[in-house]
Each structure stands twice: as structure tokens, then as C-alpha cells.
């Protein structure tokens, strides 16, 4: 349970839409819920995939949205140029950094190499202490039921420091994720 508010969630997602429509209406469906709590997302800064359709949700619904993005990324025209800020840094590793700095708790959509690689980084911190912030897995259609049996074997295997299936969040609906990573007071 968090000790103080949270105001700003960090959502790791894919910057592709992925095989099935559900991702991106989850992706549309948590960036409202975000706004219409009042909270402001935080994510990769980029327009494209689930990762602008949480944005422009978000931004659509009256909320604020910070995107950190790369200066190879947004070279490449990929970064979303209607956020309320957008930070440019140099590497992928300031990227991660500057997002959980900004970041009160974590929520991770579907996504491919890039998402696990934040989602990772992020329960590594935790397990090691470096934050105690919520991070839950917003598991629309059973995308991460493998990634749990994963760490279920990591966990049996003695690899695991951290109770996976207490500290992460393990939610198939946004409005219920929300509820769990930051309850109402």
C-alpha cells in the first residue's frame, strides 16, 4: 500500500498497437482513468502504438501527460507533440531513470522487448529496495498470464528476493488497476 498519494502514474506500453484491438481500447480506457482521477500519466513520449493512444486519452479526458523520450526517437518523428512536457534525454538508461523519478507507481500495457525491459529494470529496483513504488501488470486479453508462470518457476526456483504475486498488481481491467495502485483515501 503506498504511503502517499499518488498523483503521477508511469505507463510502459508498446509503441505498436499489437494483433488485438483490446490493447489499444485498454490503452484509451486507462489514459481517461488516469485523467478522470486526477493523476498525470507519465511515459515514453512517443505518438505512436498503445503508447499515443494512452496520451491522447489521457489528454483527451482534461489530464496532463509528461513524456521522456530520446533524442534518437524523436529524430525519428516518433515523439508526441501534444503533451503537456515532454523531456529529451540521450540514452534509453536516463529515459527509465527520468520516468520513475517522475513516477508515484508503475502500470505496464501490453508490449514487446521494450516494455519488459522497463518492466524488469523496475521490479529489480524494487526487489533490491531501491523503491517501494505499486507497479502492476494490466494483463487485457491474459497477455502477461506467461510472464506470471515465469516468474512463478523464478520464485519456486529460489531466484526471486521479492513476493511477485503480493507486490505486483496483476489486473485485467484499468479502472481496477487504478483502484488497486492507488486507492481513493
Known amino acids: 500500500m503506498p504511503t502517499s498519494p499518488i498523483t503521477r502514474v508511469c505507463v510502459f506500453c508498446g509503441a505498436a498497437h499489437g494483433a488485438r484491438p483490446e490493447y489499444t481500447m485498454a490503452a484509451f480506457a486507462l489514459g481517461r482513468a488516469i485523467a478522470g482521477r486526477g493523476m498525470t500519466l507519465v511515459y515514453g513520449g512517443g505518438r505512436a502504438g498503445l503508447m499515443g493512444a494512452v496520451a491522447d486519452a489521457a489528454l483527451a479526458a482534461g489530464g496532463k501527460a509528461i513524456g521522456v523520450i530520446t533524442t534518437l526517437l524523436k529524430d525519428r518523428e516518433l515523439g508526441h507533440t501534444g503533451l503537456t512536457e515532454l523531456t529529451i534525454v540521450e540514452t534509453m538508461?536516463?529515459?527509465?531513470?527520468?520516468?520513475?523519478?517522475?513516477?508515484?507507481?508503475?502500470?505496464?500495457?501490453?508490449?514487446?522487448?521494450g516494455t519488459l525491459d522497463e518492466v524488469f529494470e523496475i521490479l529489480a529496483w524494487a526487489q533490491l529496495g531501491i523503491h517501494s513504488k505499486p507497479v502492476g501488470l494490466l494483463n487485457v486479453a491474459g497477455y502477461y498470464d506467461p510472464l506470471m508462470t515465469f516468474l512463478d518457476q523464478a520464485d519456486k526456483e529460489k531466484f526471486l528476493r521479492l513476493n511477485h504475486r503480493t507486490q505486483v498488481i496483476f489486473e485485467s481491467d484499468p479502472e481496477a488497476m487504478l483502484g488497486r495502485v492507488a486507492p481513493k483515501a
Open 93 to 113: 538508461h536516463e529515459r527509465k531513470q527520468r520516468m520513475a523519478d517522475l513516477a508515484d507507481a508503475f502500470i505496464a500495457l501490453p508490449g514487446g522487448l
